[in-house]
């Protein structure tokens, strides 16, 4: 007799705690409480007589187990939300979208795109700027996303991933800012002003940890919103700013920026084409996946 099946409560409750890491999130997208999600995982890992979360103090983190049972199941419901793609059109297969942040989608991928549409005729494709892994399974075939260009460890829970790039920071400034003036340089990457993105990533603090390189805690530092915006504010001189590469080295080449001090430092992850694990041998994600490599080739 072929096991039971939990009840898709809980499994749609462990599935979001899953991939969004966090019950709290959780509870919000499916609209219920932190308590209801954790009393649904409880209740599925006593299903299954295995533990599928750690939990320490206020964190959760999903056990290998987990892990491997959210693969399947994110594959699961993505073949469930897009049961309905059989009714559309012939052309309906011949669709790809691609999520990137801003930055990345207006200086890499907009000015190849060109190039992109000629390797993939008869392709429609659409660029979106969001990276939430969630986009790859979405219920709705409308906004769903094909592949997510981001950066990270290469562990992206419910999904498969191609490592396209090795990624750096280096301080980075307007050309004439300190030109020529290597001490003028390192005084103001040390003493400020420094441009900074808000977000759980310090790349500054990881950066100085990486070089050695002393920062002044008492340095200006103008914070923006998003990474173009910083990256506009380094060009336009108002203090270093740290750019990744590969993807500022479009305005590097252009030399809207120059590297202030050329002390790179590597963050430990790497730029990968992510999808979702359902989406199988799909040409058009080769071809992207090809187009990306040539992209970033001969750039660090």
Known sequence: MAPRLPPLVWLKAFEAAGRLQSFRAAADELHV???AISHHVRSLERHLARPLFQRTGNSVGLTREGE??????????????????????????????????????SEVLMPGLAELRS??????????????????????????????IRYGDGRFPGCQARKLTDVTLVPVSAPALAA???????????????????????????????????LSPEAEVLTFDSYVT??????????????????VDPWLESRRLRILLDRPAAVGEASYLVTAVHA?????????????LGRFAGRS
């Open 33 to 35: 409480t932190a308590s």
């Open 68 to 105: 491997a049972y959210l693969a399947r199941l994110s594959a699961g419901f993505a073949q469930l939300a897009g049961a309905a793609d059989v009714l559309d059109s012939p052309t309906a297969s011949r669709r790809l979208t691609i999520g990137a942040f801003p930055f990345l989608v």
């Open 119 to 148: 390797r993939l005729p008869g392709v429609a494709i659409s660029v979106v700027s969001g990276t939430h892994l969630e986009l790859l399974t979405h219920a709705d075939p409308t906004l769903r996303v094909d592949a997510i």
């Open 180 to 214: 020529g003036d290597d001490a003028a340089a390192a005084r103001l990457v040390a003493n400020g002003p420094r441009i900074a993105v808000a977000g759980p990533f310090d790349g500054w603090s990881t950066w100085t940890k990486a070089t050695g390189v002393a």
């Open 230 to 247: 910083a990256m506009r504010a380094a060009e336009q001189g108002l203090g270093a700013g740290l750019g990744i590469r590969p993807f």
């Open 280 to 292: 199988g041998p799909r040409p058009e994600l080769d071809t992207l996946a090809e187009w990306l």
